[in-house]
């Protein structure tokens, strides 16, 4: 690829979407939606040539963030890489290190030094174990001490959902 024009028609195409203008934010994005949302591992790879050439570094540093949480753990930082500015980067590990303890914990529970994470981890991590962590231990912790009350609420109607089907 040798542009972001280039990749925009090439993905476009991938994706079964029209390009009137490349320049254009608003047109790219729903592109990226298209093949970020996809199963087309060609779709996938085409958005991964993109990135360098993506002159939007908040739509740049989006694409990235969901790409995150579909790769593999070893793939993560490929996909870091693709950013350029140093403060995205800087968000996009930590996001990187947010999965790897949201994973742990949905499949080990709360086990010894994973607790912390919990505590320390941003409103992000705490809010998407709130939504699908099945640990009562840490959805009662989200439920008194999550950091906001919408990690709260959610914490609270996941273990009701959680007890409602183990009543079942």
């Known amino acids: 690829m040798k542009s972001l024009a280039e990749g925009i028609r ?12 490349y320049r254009d934010e608003h047109e ?3 592109i990226y939606l298209d093949a970020l ?5 060609r779709a996938k790879r085409a ?14 540093l989006s694409v990235v963030l969901h790409m995150l949480e579909q790769v593999s753990r070893n793939e993560r930082p490929t996909w870091v890489e693709r950013l350029s500015d140093e403060c995205s980067i800087q968000y996009a590990r930590a996001r990187a290190d947010d999965i ?3 994973e742990t914990i949905l499949t080990e529970g709360l086990a010894d030094g994973v607790e912390q994470a919990l505590e320390t981890g ?26 906001t009350k919408r990690i709260r609420r959610t914490a609270k109607e996941q ?3 959680l007890r409602d089907s183990m009543s079942e």
């Open 10 to 21: 090439a993905l476009a195409d991938l994706v079964g979407k029209e390009i009137v203008d």
């Open 28 to 30: 790219r994005w729903p």
């Open 37 to 41: 949302n996809g199963d087309d591992p």
């Open 47 to 60: 958005l991964f040539e993109i990135m360098p050439w993506e002159t939007d570094e908040h739509i740049h």
């Open 100 to 102: 790897v303890a949201m």
């Open 122 to 147: 941003s409103n992000w991590l705490q809010l998407h174990l709130a939504k699908r962590s099945e640990c009562l231990r840490a959805l009662e912790e989200l439920s008194t001490s999550g950091r």
């Open 159 to 161: 273990i009701a959902k």
